[in-house]
């Protein structure tokens, strides 16, 4: 029976006749795609950063309520609404914005508390009164929730119109 025996390359980054990585080069390569895998995820929280500040500063200016506004408002959302009667729900999503567009963050949204209308500003506060005004009077029901929790935090918020099934 014949013996096999190996000696060592002449240069051991080779093994056969192929190049091969060593230990330290796959550690500095995983350190280099760790960083860079770092760095694509702070870009894209950047730009996410920057698309929440523009739609803050969008949503805090008022929108001029004209006929016309009122009238494409009204036809939106009487789509929706169809559309979700038909699919059976008794709440529609109709609107989600930052937090930050409540002088308390969100916090009495969050409690639930008693005149929490009042913490709304810009666009949130003009679709409140819109309800309040038109959709109300027509039995419709306003329910504000938090509706996602960023490390554990209010984050943004959901205003969902209900309505009662028909009786049977």
Not at 75 to 96: C, D, F, N, T, Y
Not at 104 to 130: C, H, M, S, V
Request: aromatic content about 8%.
């Amino acid at each position: 029976m014949e013996t096999l025996t190996t000696t060592p390359a002449a240069n051991p980054a080779v093994i056969g006749n192929e190049p091969f990585m060593s230990a330290d080069d796959l550690a500095a390569y995983s350190a280099r795609m760790r960083a860079a895998k770092v760095m694509k995820e702070m870009e894209g929280q950047d730009r996410a950063g920057k698309a929440r500040e523009e739609l803050i500063k969008q949503l805090a200016e008022p929108l001029a309520v004209t006929p016309e506004k009122v009238a494409e408002i009204t036809q939106s959302l009487l789509h929706k609404l169809r559309i979700a009667a038909e699919q059976g729900q008794k709440e529609l999503l109709v609107m989600r914005f930052p937090n930050l567009m409540c002088s308390d963050k969100g916090r009495a949204i969050n409690n639930a508390e008693a005149g929490w209308a009042e913490t709304l500003t810009g666009r949130p506060r003009q679709a409140y009164e819109f309800w309040r005004d038109r959709l109300q009077p027509a039995g419709y029901g306003l329910k504000a929730l938090v509706v996602d929790w960023p490390d554990g935090m209010p984050g943004d918020i959901g205003f969902f119109l209900t309505w009662k099934p028909a009786p049977h």
